[in-house]
């Protein structure tokens, strides 16, 4: 990862410092105004689009949003939440139509929501894009996870775990996510890692939306062709979870899974050596506090471009492969994810 100033991590570390996690019903939009009485000048306003809670990590993403407008009641925030890439356009549409400062998008597909991030970025608003890419460089700051060592990890796991580099020997399954930049590089990763193995078989491979129902129907027609599979490459809890359940509803024995994203159900069992999950990847749904705060230390003095002068284009988080040896550090049995 490149460097980045002092000021710059100082800000991060504001949302990786929030409280012990928990989630409430989350509405379609909601709009945080100010507490502060009379402020001296314009108020700063700024929009979060993100998916909606469809899944155990978006609705980690939600919970954080929320929590991290408290610590700032003096920015108007406009937090909206979307099912599908067309709500999610329309949001960011009204969101300038309201003439926000600034705005903080996790698109819920990397392709769709480009143009109209293009268009924000064309106004002078300022854009922080968060996990999902888009397919131009239109955001004036972009934090992600490392879906590409998230790729390259989980797979290499999985080639030590069926016998180690150049001795590995399975037939598996790959689910993928939904179409955008974090799948890609995440399956892109993992195929170069497994092709560099003869002896594994990649027999299945279909999207499952990080779904869990949907990871149920797409592993059970993926098990009805190959019903003698070694492992399962699931690249995220939830979908970890629907592919276990297929596994169990067929009377299927011995596979395991890995999945991905720290899920506290799935980090408990690593950490009780369940022999269906052996490891886990994190990947921190936090991140969207992270740009948050780059929004608000970017705006809330009226000085935008000075401080852009000290804020990374490309922040880039870590992820860590989790096994029972080190799975405690990782557990938080309070977290809503």
């Known amino acids: 990862m490149k460097s980045t100033s002092i000021f710059a991590w100082s800000v991060i570390c504001v949302a990786s410092a929030s409280v012990l996690l928990g989630l409430g019903a989350a509405p379609s939009a909601?709009?945080?105004?100010?507490?502060?009485?009379?402020?001296?000048?314009?108020?700063?306003?700024?929009?979060?689009?993100?998916?909606?809670?469809?899944?155990?990590?978006?609705?980690?993403?939600?919970?954080?949003?929320?929590?991290?407008?408290?610590l700032h009641p003096e920015i108007e925030w406009t937090i909206a939440t979307a099912?599908?890439?067309?709500?999610?356009?329309?949001?960011?549409?009204?969101?300038?139509?309201?003439k926000v400062d600034g705005l903080v998008i996790l698109a819920t597909e990397s392709a769709p929501i480009t143009p109209v991030a293009e268009e924000a970025h064309n106004r002078g608003v300022l854009v922080v894009n968060v996990d999902r890419g888009f397919l131009k460089p239109v955001a004036d700051i972009f934090i992600e996870g490392d879906n590409k060592a998230f790729g390259r990890k989980s797979a290499e796991f999985m080639v030590e775990k069926l016998g180690g580099k150049g001795k590995a020997k399975g037939d598996i399954i790959v689910l993928e996510g939904?179409?955008?930049?974090?799948?890609?590089?995440?399956?892109?990763?993992?195929?170069?890692?497994?092709?560099?193995?003869?002896?594994?078989?990649?027999?299945?491979?279909?999207?499952?939306?990080?779904?869990?129902?949907?990871?149920?129907?797409?592993?059970?027609?993926?098990?009805?062709?190959?019903?003698?599979?070694?492992?399962?490459?699931?690249?995220?809890?939830?979908?970890a979870l629907g592919a276990e359940q297929a596994l169990v509803e067929k009377g299927i024995e011995g596979v395991w899974i890995l999945g991905g994203a720290g899920m506290k159900d799935i980090i408990k069992r690593v950490m009780d050596k369940d022999p269906m999950f052996p490891a886990d990847i994190t990947y921190p749904p936090s991140m969207i506090a992270t740009g948050m705060e780059m929004a608000a230390a970017v705006l809330r003095d009226g000085k935008k471009a000075e401080k852009l002068q000290y804020m990374p284009r490309h922040l880039m988080i870590d992820v860590d492969l989790v096994t029972p040896a080190n799975a405690k550090q990782y557990y938080f049995p309070k977290s809503v994810y």
């Open 30 to 70: 909601t709009v945080i105004a100010p507490q502060s009485a009379a402020p001296a000048k314009a108020t700063v306003r700024i929009g979060v689009s993100i998916p909606a809670a469809d899944h155990g990590w978006t609705a980690g993403v939600v919970w954080w949003a929320k929590e991290c407008s408290k």
């Open 83 to 98: 099912e599908t890439p067309e709500k999610q356009i329309g949001d960011i549409e009204t969101m300038l139509a309201k």
């Open 178 to 239: 939904i179409p955008c930049t974090v799948n890609s590089d995440r399956v892109s990763a993992a195929m170069e890692i497994f092709k560099a193995e003869p002896g594994i078989k990649v027999v299945g491979q279909q999207a499952a939306n990080w779904n869990r129902q949907k990871a149920l129907e797409v592993t059970e027609t993926l098990l009805q062709k190959n019903p003698k599979v070694t492992a399962i490459w699931a690249s995220d809890d939830d979908m």
